[in-house]
C-alpha cells in the first residue's frame, strides 16, 4: 500500500518554504518545484499532469532529417526566413492532403513554435487598424498566449464558449464582432484545456461572422488531427480535420509540430496565411512596417525582428515528416493513440470515485479521450482540488488559469503519466474519495 496521502505537515512545511499561500493558487513552474521536494521528501512519484510535454519520442524521420542538414552545414547559415522551399511546398501539400484546403507554397511560413506565431501574428494583428485592434478570445484557452497578449499591452475580449456551442455561437460572436472593434479571434481545436472540437457547423459559424465583419480568423491547430473519433490521418481521403480555412476569407493557420510530431523540443510550427489575408493592406500598417502587405509585414516585419527566421535544421525535419504523412509512409496519428488510451482509463477512474468531468460533451455527444480533459470534485473549487489532491500525489493545473467560467476545475494532461502509474492513479483516487465523502 502506498503512504497515501502524505503526511499533511511535511507538504505543508515544502509549502511555507517555497513561499506560495497553496498549491492550487500556485504558477506550473512553482508546482513543479514543490512535487520535486515533495517526491525527494517522501520517496513517493508523483502523477504528474501539470505540464503539456509529450511523452513519446520525436518521430525520427525529423531526427535524422535534421542531423543530416546540420552535418551538412546548415549552422553556419542564416535561415531563409520565408521558409525553405521543401517546406513551403510540403505544408501546401499537407494542408491538402488533411486540411482538403488548397493554399500557395508562398502562404506557409515557419515559426519558432506555435508559440512565435501567435506572438508575431498577435503583434502585426494589432498594427493593422487603429481603431480595429482588439483580439477576441473563444475561451477556454491555452494560458501562455494570453501571457502574449498582457506583455504586448494589446486589448483582449473573452468569453467561455462552452454555453454557446452550436447555433447559439453565432449570435455571441455577432455581440463582440457588431462593435467593429475587433480585428481578430483565436481558439484551438481540438481545445486545450477542455479537449472539445468545433465541429463543421460552427467553424463556419465562425467564418461566416468573421467574413461579414472582416475579422482575422488565427485557427490554432496545436492537436491537429488528434480527435480519436475519427481517421483524419490518411492523406488525400476524407475525413479530413474540420477547419475554418473552407469557409473563411481571412486566416492565419497554426500547425505545430511540438504535439502531433513529439517534437517539442526543436521549437518548430507553420503558419498557414490565406491569401485574401496575406495581401491585405492599411494605411495604419506603414506606420509600423516597411512592406505594405500583411504576408509580408508579418514575415519581413515581426518575424524578422522577432528570431530573424527558424533555425534551418528543424525546418528539415519538419519537412521530412510533412512529406512522410503526405506520400502515406508515414502515419502521423498511430502512435498518438496511446493518449486516448490513458484519457479513457483515466477519466473511468475519476467518474467512479465521486469526480465530475467539466468539459464533459461536444454538443450532444461525449468529448474526445486525448491530451487533456478538465475534472472537478464536488464541494470543492479547482484551487482547493488541486491544494488536496496535492496530499495525494496528483498534480495538475486549475482552469481559471486557462479563462475559463469553470473555477471548480482543473486540467490534466496525460502525457506524462506512464502507463505503469494508472493503477496507482487510480488507487490514489480511491483514497481520496474515501477521506472526502461526498455530502
Ligand atoms: C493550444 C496550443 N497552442 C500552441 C501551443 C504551443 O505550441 P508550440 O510548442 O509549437 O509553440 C500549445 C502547447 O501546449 C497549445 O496547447
Known sequence: MQNIPFDRALVDEIIAKNKIKSVGAASIREVKKIIDDVESATGEKFVRMEMGIPGIPAVQLGVDAEIEALKN???????????????????????????????EDDACVPTVGSMQGSFAAFMTIARLDEKKNKILFIDPGFPVQKQQWN??????????????????????????????????????????????????????????VANKYDVIVLEDLAYF??????DYSKPGVAPYQPTVAKWA??????????????????????????KDLFDMKTEHMKKYFTQDCFGRAIIFGSLYALTSGTAFSPQYALTAIFKACNDGSYNFAEPLKEYGIKAEQMKKALVENGFKIVYDKDLDVDVADGF?????????????????????????????????????????????VPNEMIPVFAERVKKFHEDHPIK
Open 225 to 230: 488531427g488528434m480527435d480519436f473519433r475519427q
Open 151 to 208: 506583455i504586448l499591452g494589446i486589448e483582449t475580449l473573452h468569453f467561455d464558449v462552452y454555453d454557446y456551442r452550436g447555433e447559439k455561437l453565432e449570435a455571441k460572436l455577432e455581440e463582440y464582432l457588431a462593435t467593429g472593434e475587433v480585428a481578430a479571434m483565436i481558439y484551438s481545436s481540438p481545445n486545450n484545456p477542455a479537449w472539445f472540437s468545433f465541429n463543421e457547423m460552427e467553424l463556419e459559424i465562425i467564418a461566416k
Open 249 to 274: 476569407k481571412k486566416f492565419v493557420l497554426m500547425i505545430s509540430g511540438s504535439k502531433i510530431f513529439s517534437y517539442a523540443g526543436q521549437r518548430i510550427a507553420v503558419m498557414v496565411i490565406s
Open 372 to 416: 487533456y480533459f478538465t475534472f472537478s470534485y464536488p464541494g470543492l473549487t479547482g484551487e482547493e482540488l488541486l491544494s488536496e489532491l496535492a496530499y495525494y500525489g496528483i498534480s495538475a493545473i486549475s482552469l481559471g488559469v486557462c479563462r475559463s467560467t469553470r473555477t471548480e476545475g482543473a486540467r490534466a494532461c496525460v502525457s506524462l
Open 73 to 103: 552545414g546548415c549552422a553556419a547559415i542564416y535561415p531563409d526566413i520565408y521558409g525553405t522551399k521543401e517546406l513551403k511546398h510540403e505544408t501546401a501539400r499537407f494542408v491538402k492532403n488533411f486540411l482538403d484546403v488548397e493554399v
